[in-house]
C-alpha cells in the first residue's frame, strides 16, 4: 500500500515529535500540507522518555528567578570542554544560542513546570532544569516533557482535519531514492508483517542512536568493540536504524567511535547481572551525592565530566577489595567495576524524596540510620569512612577551593547527617557521541562531497558532531529540542517553497 505525506518523521522520541509539531505549526496556514510520524516502537517516547536529570538551558525564567549568573558562552564553553575539542563548534554555537528558547518553549507551549535547577558534572552554573515534586510523588522530566508533546500531537490526529497522523509499529526498512539522489519517502512494514510505502517531500530521521544493541552484531561491536556487552541504560530498541537507512543513500558518519558510558548505572540487589539498568541520575551527584569504593574511601570529584568519573570507577573500583556489592547471596553475579553512591539527609532532601523512593520501591536505593548504619549497610570500617567524610566536610569548608580530587563544588556536608540514602552503581553505555553528519539546518551531509541530500534531515542521537568525544549532562534532552524544531522548519520551509 502507498501513501503520501508532505513531511514524513521517523522516530517518536523528543527529537521526532518536536519536529512534527513544529513542522505542523509552521504549516498551519498551508493548505493540504500534512505531516507523517512513524514509530516502530507500540508507543512514542524512546529513550527521552527515561531521561531523569533534565535539560540545559541559560537565561530562562528560572535562572533569573534564581538569580543564576549565566551567559551562553559560559555554556558554550563548557560544552565544547566536554566534547574534549572535538564538537562542531557552530552545532555548539547553535545549541547553546537557541537553549533559552527551547526551554521556555516546553514551559509556555506546554505548561511545563522546569522549576528546579542544579549544578551537574561539567557545568559552571546551575543550569539544568527538572520538575518538582508534587504532593512527595516525583515527576520524572523525560516522562512528562514526552507526555506533554504526545498528547499535543494525539490532539492533531483526532482533529479531523488530516494534518497530522501517527502509525506506532511501524518499522522503515528504507528510504526511497528519488532521481536526483535525494529522498522520496520511505518504505516500512507493520507488525503483521504487511508492507508500506509513503511519499514524502521531506523525511526528517529522529531514530535515535545504537546503545541498546548489547552484544548483539551492530554498529557497537563494530566501531566501540570494548563496550559490547556492556551494561546499558537504553532500550533494545536503541539500534541505528536511522544510520543504516541514510547510509544506504551516500550519507556520511562522524565519530562513530564515541560512545558515551554513563558512570551510574544502579545495579539491582535482586538482579545485578540484569543487563539493562536504571540510570542513577546525574542529579544524585549534583544535588550532593557522592561516590566510594567498597573500602568507603573517595575516589574522584563526583561533579567531572561523565568521562573521567567512568574512568575513575574503572580505575579504582574494579579489584576484589574496592568493587562495592550489595550484601546478597548473589552479589557476585554483579558488575566487575561498581561504587557505593551516598547520599547523606540533606542531599536527598534537595533531590527529592518522593524520587528515592521510587527507587527505593525498585530496589535500588536503601536508608541507614547514622554514620554507623550506613558503615554497616556497606560493609565497611566505620571509622574509615567516618574519616572520609570529615575530610570532605573539611574540603567543603574552604571557601573556593579544591580538594585532593579537585573538586571545588561541595553541594551539601556529609559527615553528620542524620540519615543516608546509598545504592550500588556501575559505568553503562548510555549515548552515541557519533551518528550522521548533519549541520546547523539539520540537513543530513553526504560522505562524498559533503553536500546536502535533498529532503533528508536529522535530529537527537541519530546525529554526530556536535558532542564530540563525550556529552555534556543535560544536552541530550536540550539536542532533542532545539535540533528537531530546527528540522520541523526547515522541513516546512521546503514544502511551503515547492
Not at 545504537?210 to 559490547?228: D, H, M, S
Not at 537507512?245 to 551516500?250: F, T, V
Not at 556520511?252 to 548505572?265: E, I, R, S, W, Y
Not at 580538594?403 to 553503562?428: L, M, R
Given at each position: 500500500?502507498?501513501?503520501?505525506?508532505n513531511?514524513v518523521?521517523?522516530?517518536?522520541?523528543?527529537?521526532?515529535m518536536?519536529?512534527?509539531?513544529?513542522?505542523l505549526h509552521q504549516?498551519?496556514?498551508?493548505?493540504?500540507?500534512?505531516?507523517?510520524l512513524l514509530?516502530?516502537?507500540?508507543r512514542?517516547?524512546?529513550?527521552?522518555?527515561?531521561?531523569?536529570?533534565?535539560?540545559n538551558?541559560?537565561l530562562?525564567?528560572?535562572q533569573?528567578?534564581?538569580?543564576?549568573v549565566?551567559s551562553?558562552r559560559?555554556?558554550?564553553?563548557?560544552?565544547?570542554?566536554?566534547?574534549h575539542?572535538?564538537?562542531?563548534?557552530?552545532?555548539v554555537?547553535?545549541?547553546?544560542?537557541?537553549?533559552?528558547?527551547a526551554v521556555?518553549?516546553?514551559?509556555?507551549?506546554?505548561?511545563l513546570?522546569?522549576?528546579?535547577?542544579?549544578?551537574l558534572?561539567?557545568?559552571?552554573?546551575?543550569?539544568t532544569?527538572r520538575?518538582p515534586?508534587v504532593?512527595g510523588?516525583p515527576?520524572?522530566?523525560?516522562?512528562?516533557?514526552?507526555?506533554?508533546?504526545?498528547?499535543?500531537?494525539?490532539?492533531?490526529?483526532?482533529d479531523?482535519?488530516g494534518r497530522?497522523?501517527l502509525?506506532?509499529?511501524?518499522?522503515?526498512?528504507?528510504?526511497?531514492?528519488?532521481s536526483?539522489?535525494?529522498?522520496a519517502g520511505?518504505?516500512?512494514?507493520?507488525?503483521n508483517?504487511?508492507?508500506?510505502?509513503?511519499?514524502?517531500d521531506?523525511?526528517v530521521?529522529?531514530?535515535?542512536?545504537f546503545?541498546?544493541?548489547?552484544?548483539?552484531?551492530?554498529?557497537?561491536r563494530?566501531?566501540?568493540?570494548?563496550?559490547?556487552?556492556?551494561?546499558?541504560t537504553?532500550?533494545?530498541?536503541?539500534?541505528?536504524?536511522?544510520?543504516?537507512?541514510?547510509?544506504?543513500?551516500?550519507a556520511?558518519?562522524v565519530?562513530?567511535?564515541q560512545?558515551?558510558?554513563?558512570?551510574t548505572?544502579?545495579?539491582?540487589?535482586?538482579?545485578?547481572?540484569?543487563?539493562?539498568?536504571?540510570?542513577?541520575?546525574?542529579a544524585?551527584?549534583?544535588?550532593?551525592g557522592?561516590l566510594?569504593?567498597?573500602?568507603?574511601?573517595?575516589?574522584?570529584?563526583?561533579?567531572?565530566?561523565?568521562?573521567?568519573?567512568t574512568?575513575?570507577?574503572?580505575?579504582?573500583?574494579?579489584?576484589?577489595?574496592?568493587?562495592a556489592?550489595?550484601n546478597?547471596?548473589?552479589a557476585g553475579?554483579g558488575p566487575?567495576?561498581a561504587?557505593f553512591?551516598?547520599?547523606?539527609?540533606?542531599?536527598a532532601d534537595?533531590?527529592?524524596?518522593g524520587?528515592?523512593?521510587?527507587?527505593?520501591?525498585?530496589g535500588?536505593?536503601?536508608?541507614?540510620a547514622?554514620?554507623?548504619?550506613l558503615?554497616?549497610?556497606?560493609?565497611?570500617d566505620?571509622?574509615?569512612?567516618?574519616?572520609?567524610?570529615?575530610a570532605?566536610?573539611a574540603?567543603?569548608?574552604?571557601?573556593g577551593?579544591?580538594d585532593?580530587?579537585?573538586k571545588s563544588v561541595?553541594?551539601?556536608?556529609v559527615?553528620a547527617?542524620?540519615?543516608?540514602?546509598?545504592?550500588?552503581?556501575?559505568?553503562?553505555?548510555?549515548?552515541?557521541?557519533?551518528?550522521?553528519?548533519f549541520?546547523?539546518?539539520?540537513?543530513?551531509?553526504?560522505?562524498?562531497?559533503?553536500?546536502?541530500?535533498?529532503?533528508l534531515?536529522a535530529a537527537?542521537?541519530?546525529?554526530?558532531g556536535l558532542?564530540?568525544?563525550?556529552?555534556?549532562?543535560g544536552?541530550?534532552?536540550?539536542?532533542?529540542v532545539?535540533y528537531?524544531r530546527?528540522?520541523?522548519?526547515q522541513?516546512?520551509?521546503?514544502?511551503?517553497?515547492?
Amino acid at each position: 500500500m502507498t501513501t503520501r505525506a508532505n513531511i514524513v518523521v521517523i522516530g517518536g522520541g523528543l527529537a521526532g515529535m518536536s519536529a512534527a509539531l513544529e513542522a505542523l505549526h509552521q504549516t498551519r496556514n498551508a493548505v493540504g500540507v500534512s505531516v507523517a510520524l512513524l514509530e516502530k516502537e507500540t508507543r512514542t517516547g524512546g529513550n527521552s522518555a527515561k531521561a531523569s536529570s533534565g535539560i540545559n538551558g541559560v537565561l530562562t525564567r528560572t535562572q533569573q528567578a534564581q538569580r543564576v549568573v549565566d551567559s551562553v558562552r559560559a555554556f558554550a564553553r563548557d560544552t565544547e570542554r566536554s566534547g574534549h575539542g572535538r564538537s562542531n563548534e557552530t552545532l555548539v554555537r547553535k545549541l547553546t544560542e537557541d537553549s533559552t528558547a527551547a526551554v521556555t518553549w516546553l514551559q509556555k507551549e506546554f505548561g511545563l513546570d522546569l522549576d528546579v535547577l542544579a549544578q551537574l558534572g561539567g557545568h559552571s552554573a546551575p543550569r539544568t532544569h527538572r520538575r518538582p515534586e508534587v504532593g512527595g510523588k516525583p515527576q520524572p522530566v523525560g516522562w512528562g516533557v514526552v507526555s506533554a508533546l504526545a498528547e499535543r500531537l494525539g490532539a492533531y490526529a483526532r482533529d479531523g482535519s488530516g494534518r497530522f497522523r501517527l502509525e506506532t509499529g511501524a518499522h522503515v526498512t528504507q528510504l526511497l531514492k528519488a532521481s536526483d539522489g535525494g529522498v522520496a519517502g520511505a518504505e516500512y512494514t507493520t507488525a503483521n508483517g504487511a508492507r508500506h510505502r509513503v511519499r514524502a517531500d521531506v523525511v526528517v530521521l529522529a531514530t535515535g542512536g545504537f546503545a541498546g544493541e548489547g552484544a548483539r552484531p551492530g554498529f557497537l561491536r563494530e566501531y566501540a568493540p570494548q563496550l559490547a556487552g556492556l551494561a546499558s541504560t537504553n532500550g533494545a530498541f536503541a539500534t541505528g536504524d536511522g544510520l543504516r537507512l541514510a547510509s544506504a543513500l551516500g550519507a556520511a558518519l562522524v565519530d562513530m567511535d564515541q560512545v558515551q558510558v554513563h558512570p551510574t548505572g544502579f545495579v539491582a540487589a535482586a538482579d545485578p547481572a540484569n543487563p539493562t539498568k536504571f540510570l542513577a541520575a546525574e542529579a544524585l551527584r549534583g544535588e550532593g551525592g557522592i561516590l566510594l569504593d567498597a573500602q568507603g574511601a573517595r575516589f574522584v570529584d563526583e561533579l567531572d565530566t561523565r568521562d573521567r568519573v567512568t574512568a575513575a570507577i574503572f580505575r579504582h573500583c574494579a579489584a576484589p577489595d574496592t568493587c562495592a556489592r550489595h550484601n546478597s547471596t548473589n552479589a557476585g553475579q554483579g558488575p566487575s567495576a561498581a561504587a557505593f553512591l551516598v547520599l547523606p539527609q540533606a542531599a536527598a532532601d534537595r533531590f527529592g524524596l518522593g524520587s528515592l523512593g521510587f527507587y527505593a520501591k525498585m530496589g535500588l536505593v536503601s536508608r541507614a540510620a547514622g554514620v554507623d548504619g550506613l558503615a554497616a549497610a556497606l560493609r565497611v570500617d566505620a571509622k574509615v569512612l567516618r574519616e572520609t567524610l570529615d575530610a570532605y566536610d573539611a574540603a567543603r569548608s574552604t571557601s573556593g577551593q579544591s580538594d585532593a580530587y579537585g573538586k571545588s563544588v561541595f553541594p551539601e556536608a556529609v559527615a553528620a547527617a542524620e540519615a543516608y540514602f546509598w545504592g550500588v552503581v556501575t559505568p553503562v553505555t548510555h549515548y552515541c557521541m557519533g551518528g550522521l553528519r548533519f549541520d546547523t539546518r539539520t540537513r543530513v551531509l553526504r560522505a562524498a562531497d559533503g553536500a546536502p541530500i535533498r529532503g533528508l534531515l536529522a535530529a537527537g542521537e541519530v546525529t554526530g558532531g556536535l558532542h564530540g568525544a563525550n556529552r555534556l549532562a543535560g544536552n541530550s534532552l536540550l539536542e532533542c529540542v532545539v535540533y528537531g524544531r530546527e528540522a520541523g522548519r526547515q522541513a516546512a520551509t521546503a514544502v511551503k517553497a515547492l
